[in-house]
């Protein structure tokens, strides 16, 4: 098997791109890497995207993108995994080259949402549920995560500030981060006084809609090491699913696809996850950020909150997350984000994050999932220089 590697990344500043269609995002986000290694290099495509069909009456995006970006002589895919979209397009782009297909393939996601009004947004992306579920309920994605909240409150005895708390991270790690909508700090006053969106959570609470495009150069290690590139080692991913409806689980607070995916990339990546130096969560509630780091298992059930609380998950802590702002204050470009994440940890990983740096570190973590944990993926990434 070939072993794979990311030579580069580019992303664009998330936000309201009101000025700017689907596809000047994609070429704004992946043209500067075309520009930099030549279109004669790239292989293959992998794009993923949730809502080009509902929100900009787009599709057949594979072909769309290379056409945008004059790739003429390329394989190319749209992946559509709902919000793990990009991270479902890289790990198809891991597997393509691990076995020997390509050499070089150019990989992530694109979003823009800002098309849509609020209520239609709200309704492109309640379809990561089951959606008969949805029509006969009038559940969404934030109702749920307000009952997740609801009862991990009274089953663990936790207070919604320690929830929340997550999100004032976000906020405070977003300040330095060039790339983040939301470049500025929140306390948790601010942040349990906030107008409501879905009992108990509040604005604060909840990733907002949002426009971005971010991609990544993925390669063999052969075609890095021959040219003297520098790089970032793929080590492990894994992907699983969950049930679409909640009601069908056995546990609404327990995110099974994570877990399995997480072990799955842990198990190829040869490592534990306390090994892991610095983790990239989907946290698009403050809830589901909570839950995702009890599903890997950096901390014990009804352990995260108060955790996150106590600042063990801040950038200078020990298990340093979302350390660009994370969904909440980076910003939610659904079918993005995963590029996103996985950037970041490429950035921390090659010592490139400048203010928001964490400390030598060698192993990350991309953790993105789809329809409150109905499908995951779970990516992890080691420094060049290390021999796993």
Known sequence: MTDVVIIDYNVIKVGEHWDKSLGD???EASY????????????????????????????????YAADILG??????????????????????????????????????????????????????????LNADLVRMTGLNLASVAGIMT???????????EMITSISVQDHKNAVNSPHAQYRYEITIDQAINAPPIADPLTIYDVTSISDGGAF???????????????????????????????????????????????????SEAKINISDVNVYEINDDFSI??????????????????????????????????????????????????????TAEVCMQLMNKAGSNQVNNAKYGLIQNYGGLDSIAVVMILGRGDLNA
Request: hydrophobic share 45%.
């Open 25 to 27: 995002l994609i070429f």
């Open 32 to 63: 500067p890497l075309i520009k930099k290694y030549g279109n004669d290099e790239i292989e293959a495509l992998y794009i993923g995207n949730m809502l080009s069909e509902f929100a900009n009456i787009q599709s057949n995006l594979g072909a």
């Open 71 to 128: 790739l003429f002589d390329i394989d190319a895919f749209h992946v559509n995994c709902a919000e793990a979209s990009s991270s479902a397009a890289i790990y198809q782009a891991v597997l393509a080259i691990k076995s020997g297909r390509y050499d070089v393939v150019l990989a992530g996601g694109v979003e823009k949402m800002t098309d849509l009004l609020y209520r239609k947004a709200v309704e492109g992306l309640s379809l990561a």
């Open 150 to 160: 609801k009862e991990y409150i009274k089953r663990y005895n936790v207070t919604k």
């Open 216 to 266: 990544l150069l993925l390669a063999s290690r052969k075609y890095a090491e021959e040219r003297n590139l520098p790089y970032i080692k793929v080590l492990g991913v894994g992907m699983a699913i969950n049930t679409l409806s909640i009601v069908d689980r056995n546990d609404i607070l327990e995110f099974r696809a994570t877990t399995k995916a997480c072990k799955k990339a842990l």
């Open 288 to 341: 589901t950020g909570i839950l995702s780091l009890e599903a890997l298992g950096v901390f014990g059930k009804g352990e995260a909150a108060k955790n996150v609380y106590e600042g063990r998950t801040a950038l200078t802590s020990d298990k340093p997350i979302n350390t660009f702002g994370g969904l909440k204050a980076r910003g939610h470009p659904v079918g993005a984000t995963g590029a996103y994440q």
